[in-house]
């Protein structure tokens, strides 16, 4: 439709706005992800998109209640976020990009729709200014907010006899449990994960960095269900960024070994209760495609994971869990014993 009059295109593209808009009234969600979808490919005409936008804000009667909260909650967060990625993507000073992407990275990082948005933006700003926004992330990985966020949520111990890290004091204002910087490090590990995302042909001479930055938080953060899912999210964009590499099957990566360390650690982690969780599959999926990169792993580390893997799965009861169900038997066998072969 490029090659016809201007309003020709016009007319083209409010109308295909228009039936975007009579969809919406039955499936908003998926034709705002679509929106979101095309925008970043750049493909899809950008006036057509703020058209829709536009019509969906300014027509209460399209949407019931809830669908519009949604809806706005969306146009304030992701579409913001996106746009402001596309805009530092955009721009031809390093500088500024790299003030921008600072000033945003020292916002608050308290809630998921901040950390997820922020990661966005980077990756977005990442796309073109990857040098930049590595040396950026970098930088703030070092700042005091952030090493005190890191020992003081980190429920790691020192090693015996090792002497405790001497800090800075912190920031004025901030105290030791500020909520705003809780959640920093799986912001930065999400950023790590669209980095790699957007990276394309360039991921492979970058991944070793990348992948030695997530273990380095997932490891010295503290454990909850943020950063697991932050660290997983983060792997599985970097591993399906590796499989789109044409070179990878002949590329040494060095982190591997160190990787599945972390994901054992993570299964480990999991609830023996429950055999079939999210997180277990996604740290199973990433395993997998580990286990066709060179090098191959040597026999001991295969079969120290294969254990792993196996006994996240198929654990048995704990002892006293057996202990208290066997006075359900006439005659209770003794658990601690092997039972003799007939």
């Known amino acids: 439709h490029h090659t016809l009059p201007q309003e020709l295109e016009d007319t083209y593209q409010d109308a295909a706005s228009n ?10 969600r998926e034709v705002a992800q679509y929106l979101e979808t095309e925008l970043l490919t750049g493909v899809f005409p950008h006036r057509s998109l703020l058209y829709v936008m536009g019509i969906l804000y300014s027509q209460e009667e399209l949407l019931n209640k809830e669908d519009r909260r949604s809806w ?17 993507q ?49 930088q703030f990985g070092r700042s005091t907010p952030i090493k005190w966020s890191l020992k003081s949520f980190s429920i790691k111990v020192p090693a015996r006899g090792s002497a ?13 449990e ?73 590329y040494e990566f060095s982190q591997t070994c160190e990787l599945m360390q972390c994901l054992m650690v993570l299964m ?7 055999l079939c969780t999210a997180s277990r599959q996604q740290a199973m999926q990433v395993i997998s495609s580990l286990c066709a990169l060179r ?27 057996l202990e208290k169900h066997t006075c359900l038997f006439l005659e209770p066998p003794n658990i601690q014993v092997w039972p003799a072969l007939g």
């Open 268 to 274: 480990e982690k999991e609830q023996q209760d429950s």
């Open 19 to 28: 039936v975007l808009v009579a969809l919406c009234r039955y499936s908003w």
């Open 90 to 138: 955009a721009e031809d000073n390093s500088a500024n990009v790299r003030t921008h992407v600072r000033a945003l990275l020292d916002t608050s990082h308290q809630w998921p729709k901040q950390r997820e948005g922020i990661a966005l933006t980077v990756g977005l700003a990442a796309t073109r200014h990857l040098d930049d926004v590595w040396a950026v992330l970098d």
């Open 178 to 250: 500020d909520l705003r910087w809780k959640w920093a490090s799986s912001t930065i590990l999400l950023c790590y994960g669209q980095m790699a995302a957007r990276a394309k042909t360039r991921i492979l001479p970058w991944v070793d960095n990348i992948l030695s930055r997530m273990i380095f938080y997932f490891r010295d953060s503290s454990w909850d269900e943020t950063l697991k899912q932050s660290f997983l999210t983060a792997i599985l964009m970097l591993v399906a960024a590796i499989s789109r590499s044409e070179g990878a099957h002949s």
């Open 295 to 321: 090098p191959p792993m040597d026999t001991d580390r295969k079969s120290r994971l294969l254990s792993t893997c196996l006994h996240s799965v198929l654990a048995l009861p704990l002892m006293d869990t």
């Open 164 to 176: 405790r890290p001497t800090l800075p004091p912190p920031p004025h204002g901030q105290g030791f």
């Open 72 to 88: 706005n909650n969306l146009l304030t967060q992701a579409f913001l976020f996106t746009y402001y990625g596309l805009i530092l």
